[in-house]
């Protein structure tokens, strides 16, 4: 019997080769966003799981406990069913900026503004941090916000400002922070230009265990100074502003640091600032106001993604790479403007600033007619120096506490003592302390989501990829502030 032919195979042939041009490059974003959406939803919700089943063992540990009372052990079982029912619930809603209400704007930045906001539903009080997304991308600033994000969301410090929820739209990354109405430490040493050695102890003695807060983390904070030290409404203090250092952008980096240093004074820099030459003065007591005419155009340039320079360490600067100890520098350059009563290398310029940094020995110098303790100035010292002489770079936080400049002070309870000033609040949306009168009170967010719809004509994927992943809830954020 004859064979039949065979009939082809559809095995036969080769696969069909991938055309890489058949989808649009708008299609294959798309495509990549879903994918990584998808992988990090079971990302996030296997976190969550093992959140609750920690939260469940806590509470098999309570109910097995002898040393409470059925009475108690039952309150505390049905506050955290509650708990529970109240997070999950939470979980399901969508947020979005039109959840709240605008009371004013407090604060302001290269990249974003922050805002004292009111919850419609509940009316609860809180800070509102928002951030140009585009303006982020441009800067190459996305690891820092990154970083920020994921120290607030992993932190649970009385130290540090607690994030409640993180969320994002087509225009702007969002974080709903707690509200601290007392302002920061800047605004203080513009109120009271100088502190005694017993206050400025107490706030040295507190922004040591902040630092160390954020060291236990396994991060450097990286830009400590006094914008970034925020009162609560007992006058004790928390950290804000991690990694978003606008010093440690692309056109930041060391090479930066070195172009400004061997430049003449750029005009741009000068036409932002009062003309205030530090280095053309004497520093004495006699002059507080042009001290002070100087600190609040060093507050303007924060505004600007020029930043201010005058509390980096210079190992910073050399590129040659940096530690922990970093952020101890800029805790000794805060302990003596308090003293004292401004930074010492402040300048006119930020490039004067760099070169006097890089040159440290040649101008620390301590005012004759300021006559600081022995333990004080040898607090500075050791904090003030190069990093291998600088204290702490052995055992961190530890080292500072042991140095007789903190004799007495009980590390334990210092959040539970009065501070040395209370803000004097007239209601929970008081904002005195925050130099509002200095910020534009202008909503330009609808403009800005306006512009940045136009010109991604339509394909949100390409700004939205960087920052998958943001969104953030914390478990007891509806308790809100």
């Known amino acids: 019997m004859a064979s039949q032919p065979q009939q082809p195979s559809i095995y036969d042939d080769e696969p069909p080769t991938k055309n890489a041009e058949r989808y649009s490059t708008t299609i294959t974003e798309k495509v ?71 009371l004013k704007i407090i604060g302001k930045g290269a990249f974003g503004e922050v805002r004292l906001v009111q919850r419609k539903h509940d009316g609860k009080i809180y800070a509102l941090k928002s951030l140009i997304k585009a303006e982020m991308h441009k800067k190459d600033q ?14 649970d410090s009385p130290w540090l400002v607690k994030l409640h929820t993180s969320f994002q739209d087509s ?19 513009i109120k009271y230009e100088i502190f005694s050695e017993d206050i400025t102890r ?25 914008d970034n030290i925020l009162l609560d409404r007992g006058g004790h203090i928390k950290l804000t502003d991690f990694g978003l250092s606008t010093g440690f952008s692309k056109e930041h980096s060391a090479s930066y640091y070195q172009q400004l240093m ?11 600032r009062q003309s205030v030459s530090i ?11 042009q001290i002070n005419t100087w600190r609040k155009s060093r507050r303007q340039l924060a505004y600007s993604t020029v930043g201010t320079p005058d509390y980096i360490a210079p190992e910073i600067f050399s590129g040659k790479g940096y ?40 101008h620390l110098h301590f005012p004759p007619d300021q006559q600081l303790g022995e333990d004080a100035e040898h607090f500075v010292r050791s904090l003030v120096c190069d990093a291998p002489n600088r204290i702490g770079r052995v055992q961190g936080a530890q080292e500072l ?81």
């Open 323 to 362: 530690d922990f100890g970093c952020d101890w520098w800029s805790l000794g350059t805060i302990m003596f403007e308090c003293l004292i009563g401004w930074p010492p290398f402040c300048a006119e310029e930020p490039h004067d600033t760099y070169r006097k940094i890089i040159d440290w020995p040649r």
């Open 262 to 272: 061997s430049q003449t004074r750029p005009k741009s820099l000068a036409q932002n």
């Open 32 to 102: 990549k966003l879903q994918k990584m959406l998808t992988q990090e939803f079971f990302k996030e919700n296997v976190e969550r799981a093992k959140a609750r089943n920690e939260r469940a063992k806590e509470l098999e540990g309570i109910i097995g406990s002898r040393e409470l009372s059925e009475a108690r052990k039952e309150q505390k079982k049905n506050n955290m069913r509650k708990s529970e029912a109240n997070f999950l619930r939470f979980l399901r809603t969508s947020e979005r900026q039109q959840n709240y209400n605008t």
């Open 401 to 481: 506490k042991l140095h007789p400049f903190f004799r007495g002070v009980n590390w334990e309870s210092l959040r539970k003592i009065r501070a040395p000033f209370e803000p004097k609040l007239a209601s929970n949306v008081d904002t005195q302390y925050f130099p509002i009168d200095e910020i534009p009170q202008v909503d330009h967010s609808a403009q800005l989501r306006a512009q940045t719809e136009a010109a991604m004509g339509g394909d949100e994927a390409t700004l939205s990829l960087p920052f998958i992943g943001y969104t953030y809830k914390r478990f007891d954020a509806f308790r809100g502030s």
């Open 279 to 289: 280095d053309q003065i004497q520093l004495t007591v006699s002059n507080r106001n």
């Open 202 to 226: 107490f706030y040295m003695a507190e922004i040591t265990l902040a630092i160390e807060a954020v060291h236990k983390l396994g991060f450097i904070h990286r830009d400590i100074k006094p």
């Open 142 to 155: 996305l690891a820092h916000v990154r970083a920020e994000r994921d120290i607030l969301a992993n932190a």
């Open 171 to 189: 225009t702007f990354l969002y974080m709903l922070m707690e509200f601290l109405p007392g302002g920061d430490l800047m605004t203080m040493l």
